[in-house]
């Protein structure tokens, strides 16, 4: 259901700006304001208490103007740790700047040259690039609301294998560093001791699943029979959401994994009886009964690592440990992506790649694998015998003539000088 909305408009016919909304017994109100300014104040402090969108008719608006309602409706639907990075960079870059021009007039040659002009300031590449996120999301919304035809940051820069795109690209790769073998083993024993966070390791490297999805899960997603966990939501900031994907998936559990998870299960309801809370709403909760904070587990995952005497790693690292691990013993990728899940398995390449067997192996010599059933039978060729008996040179062709069952034969000039006498 949509949330009421608080319009500002500017009243030509009394030269003033209208606030127009419904306050909470429903009463429509309409205050009118000397300024632009006086009018959005109002409609900021209307937001706290109502908690209503807030609009614009305004095709004359300023940036600075937009994108005070602006933070505010989002705040409303984006993470906190979101809203507050758009904030500081609007704020902090783009307003000072670009602030005072209206929506309408603002033009992509413009926001290319305030960016050119941001990098020669030496701020980093991607503190630009989330600048530029910020100022196109807003104009995205800006769009919506019919204030401007389109969106004027949509896609700027995005020149197709251009260099800025592929460092950008290895340097997201370049994070990816998943432990071998032996160094999962060794941190999660290391950390199995543990009770309430050694399980939790073990489904982030056997399972493959992010960390706030692993934080999400409940004891109804275990299917124990069928050595399966279904990832519906995620955990973040304090609550409770959808997937990267918005999609929930079932993941394999390998036997040793589910094993681990059933006697959890059984350790999960006796802390909860001993603690008085009844059946746990969650499979890995914290000592108040609620999902972890990613911060504080990934403070128990450093201990647990340098107790292990691993060199860095994060706690994300888990999950690239189990994509590494499973293509480089040679699953398909098609089968990870969707245990992982990532959209399309072209995002699964991308990362992991390297872990793919692909030298050392000619794997053409599959081709070969069943050769012997499939080539077609060949009779053996004949060879040319007793020039001498007219009956068969009549029925086979002497090497003279054009019908022979050897061309080799035929051809051979030895042949051809012997059936004629010459030698």
């Known amino acids: 259901m949509a ?37 959005h ?18 095709h004359d608006i300023t940036l600075n103007a937009y994108a005070t ?18 904030t500081n960079l609007l704020n902090g870059h783009v307003l000072p700047v670009l602030g005072r021009t209206k929506l309408r007039d603002l033009h992509r040659s413009q926001i290319k040259a305030f960016l050119a002009d941001k990098r020669r300031q030496e701020l980093s590449k991607n503190t630009v690039r989330l600048m530029k996120a910020a100022l196109s999301a807003m104009l995205s919304d800006a769009a919506d609301d019919d204030i401007i035809d389109s969106n004027p940051a949509l896609q700027l820069g995005r020149r197709k294998g251009s260099r800025a795109d592929k460092l950008s690209a290895a340097e ?32 982030l490297a056997k399972g493959g699943l992010r ?25 973040a900031l304090g ?47 914290n000592e108040a009964g609620h999902p972890f904070d990613v911060k504080k587990v990934a403070t128990v995952f450093h201990r647990y690592r340098r107790r292990a005497g691993l060199p860095h790693f994060r706690l994300y690292d888990l999950r690239h440990t189990y ?13 990870v992506s969707a245990q992982l899940g990532h959209a399309n398995p072209t995002t699964t390449l991308r990362y992991y790649a390297r872990w793919i067997p692909g030298h050392g192996q000619r794997w053409v010599i599959l081709l070969d694998r069943f050769g012997s059933k499939l080539e077609p039978k060949v009779e053996p060729k004949r060879r040319f015998v007793g020039v001498d ?28 000088l012997s059936y004629r006498g010459m030698v």
């Open 3 to 39: 949330r009421a909305q608080i319009k500002i408009r500017f009243r030509t016919d009394r030269r003033l700006w209208e606030v127009d909304y419904r306050d909470g017994a429903g009463v429509r109100r309409r205050p009118l304001f000397p300024t632009e300014e006086n009018a």
């Open 41 to 58: 104040a109002q409609a900021t402090k209307l937001f706290k208490t109502l908690g209503r969108r807030v609009v614009t008719t305004n």
């Open 69 to 86: 309602t602006w933070l505010l409706d989002i705040a409303v639907e984006k993470e906190p740790a979101t809203v507050r990075s758009y």
């Open 172 to 203: 997201r790769i370049q994070k990816v560093r998943p432990m071998n073998w032996e160094q999962r083993d060794t941190f999660l024993e290391a950390a199995s001791p543990d009770r309430r966070y050694g399980v939790l390791f073990a489904v």
């Open 211 to 235: 960390p706030g999805e692993a934080f999400a899960l409940k004891p109804d997603d275990l299917d124990l029979r069928e050595d399966t966990v279904r990832v519906e939501r995620a955990w």
């Open 239 to 285: 609550r409770v959401k959808p997937t990267k994907t918005a999609e929930e998936r079932l993941v394999d559990l390998a036997p040793d994994l589910a094993r681990v998870l059933q006697h959890h299960l059984v350790w999960l309801k006796a802390e909860g009886l001993r603690r008085g809370r009844g059946e746990p709403e969650w499979l890995f909760p």
């Open 323 to 335: 994509a590494s691990l499973l293509l480089a013993a040679g699953a398909p990728i098609t089968y």
């Open 389 to 416: 008996d007219p009956q068969l040179l009549e029925r086979i062709g002497s090497p003279g003539r054009t019908r022979t069952c050897d061309l080799v034969i035929n051809s051979h000039p030895l042949y051809r």
